[in-house]
């Protein structure tokens, strides 16, 4: 498959052809292609630091939604065994926007659950561009639920541009639906991690995301409201989308600076969505220890931490 | 995606009457926003800001709200000291704190949520009442606090804990901040519940995005002020998104008690002495006590 390339990702995108068009021309063509195609690798190393590294952070809300960017769904083969997607709300409908289900993650079971964009227009349909009704965080419920009941620990995954702003979603209890999730999450009696592994969108990201620990991906973000939503509003007019994008303060640097997340998961070199598996190991590798530790603490310590966390969110004198 | 509409609109409907408007020596008539009908101010304020002919009800200052909701002379005012920083050195257009120092001016300094302890027909309740005219009640770390705290006053004194919601939502100058607000005053919820202490929720208009979709719809009774504008997605958003015309009365009161979302609608002269009976019920415990 063709990789997509940001608008500043270019130069990356034409060296990369470059180096591709000379390694296609074949052994035949002497030592001197096989130097040359080195070289530039090397240069092309060099290139993918400078850019990613000196990212603006509007820049980096643009990697967080990026074309190729892994969803759930592409790494739940790479981080997990025995999968078993549990579907429907049992109320109204299955929601696509959100998957989950039953999992064994490095010797454990867990019950995964995480937005899902799609990747082709079929897709994006069917899961709704991965924006959730208040079905999609009923099933949410339902498998936390599970969860507590049978004691398996939950992992979230968040990658959502929002809940659906739709006249369905609102008749449906919306509003409701994400303050169920956040209420029931706060108390939930199994250890709960979430994991930020593209657009945390707001109220729709936050309705899987709170847990004993919160962790980001390096190139995702997290935000109050999107950089265009608060363009609008603020500036009213869309196009002041990168200043909004700088006054938010959504990058994992930044949660981490607010002290609001423990830890930055780093991604390869040329972001998550250049090589998947490396992008699997390094988030699974994180998962596994913060799991470890918090399954050997007791429940109760368990739960008082994660309430006094919550306690304490916010700034403020007096 | 936007959540946070444009909801912050300078009240057009403060007329000032020319000085051939014989009796009405303070000058100042209120036009109804739904009926146009000319209201004399002082009426108004008497029918606790509810136009006479068409049972409108206008926005309210959280200060009116506590006289109503209260007896007279019962009201205290607590957690007055708390003052919102300015975590992210927010600027736009202008500067947070330029807005915040504004605001201070405008509504008082006490930020989007004010903390009562008082008494309704004789029973002690904690009050957490949003003030709109404060940055459209936008609720960041301040009006987070202020939440949780008057939970906990009312775990403190045993009694009955009050919401009257009337925001925009989240305070997008906070950014994620504002949005942890939600969670950390959804998960105090659980402490109430634990404690068995009623938890009635008022949703004034409007009742949007981040306030909304948190405490605001954790209450065990909820209910809304007639014709008040409750939702998740700003309706401007909604139309945007779905590119279609919304329904009559869409995210109106009466439009979520049909769709089960709501316990009621009720007036507000209606309103202590639904609150009493409600607080009767909850707390009358008389199949404990015959166990
Ligand atoms: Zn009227």
Known sequence: MANSYLEFERPIAELTSKIDDLSGMGKDSGVNIAEEVERLNGKKDKLVEQIYSKATRAQICQLSRHPDRPYILDYIPHMFDDFQELHGDRAFSDDGAIVGGLANFRGKSIVVVGHQKGRDTKEKIKRNFGMPRPEGYRKALRLFKLAERFEIPVLTFIDTAGAWPGIDAEERGQSEAIARNLQELAALKVPVICTVIGEGGSGGALAIGVGDRMYMQQFSTYSVISPEGCAAILWRDRAHADEAAEALKPTALDLQSLGLIDAIIPEPKEGAHRNIEEAAELMGDLLEKSLDELLNTPLDKLLKSRAERLRNLGAFSG | ?291
């Open chain 2, 1 to 291: 995606m936007s959540w946070f509409t444009r909801l912050i609109e300078t009240p057009k409907n403060i007329l000032k009457s020319s000085s051939s408007d014989a009796g009405s020596p303070e000058g100042l008539w209120v036009k109804c926003p739904r009926c146009s009908e000319a209201i004399y101010n002082k009426e108004l304020a008497r029918n606790s800001m509810v136009c006479s002919k068409c049972n409108h009800h206008l926005r309210m200052s959280a200060q009116q709200r506590a006289e109503l909701l209260f007896d007279a002379d019962t009201i205290e005012q607590l957690d007055t000291e708390l003052r919102s920083e300015d975590p992210l050195n927010f600027k736009d257009k202008k500067k947070y704190k330029d807005r915040t120092r504004d605001a201070n001016k405008k509504a008082g300094p006490e930020d989007a949520i004010r903390n009562y302890i008082g008494d309704i027909q004789g029973r002690t309740v904690s009050a957490s009442i949003f003030e709109f005219a404060y940055m459209g009640g936008s609720m960041g770390s301040v009006a987070g606090e202020k939440i949780v705290r008057g939970m906990e006053h009312a775990l403190e004194r045993g009694c009955p804990y009050i919401l009257i919601a009337a925001s925009g939502g989240a305070r997008m100058q906070e950014g994620v901040l504002s949005l942890m607000q939600m969670a950390k005053t959804s998960s105090t919820v659980n402490r109430l519940n634990e404690a068995k202490l009623p938890f009635v929720c008022l949703l004034t208009d409007p009742t949007m995005g981040g306030v909304s979709a948190s405490h605001a719809w954790l209450g065990d009774i909820i209910i809304a002020e007639p014709g008040a504008l409750i939702g998740f997605a700003g309706p401007r958003v909604i139309q945007e998104t779905v590119g279609q015309k919304l329904p009559e009365g869409f995210q109106r009161s009466e439009f979520l008690l049909e769709h089960g979302l709501i316990d009621a609608v009720v007036d507000r002269a209606d309103l202590r002495d639904y609150l009493s009976t409600t607080f009767n019920h909850l707390t009358d415990r008389s199949f404990r006590q015959s166990a």
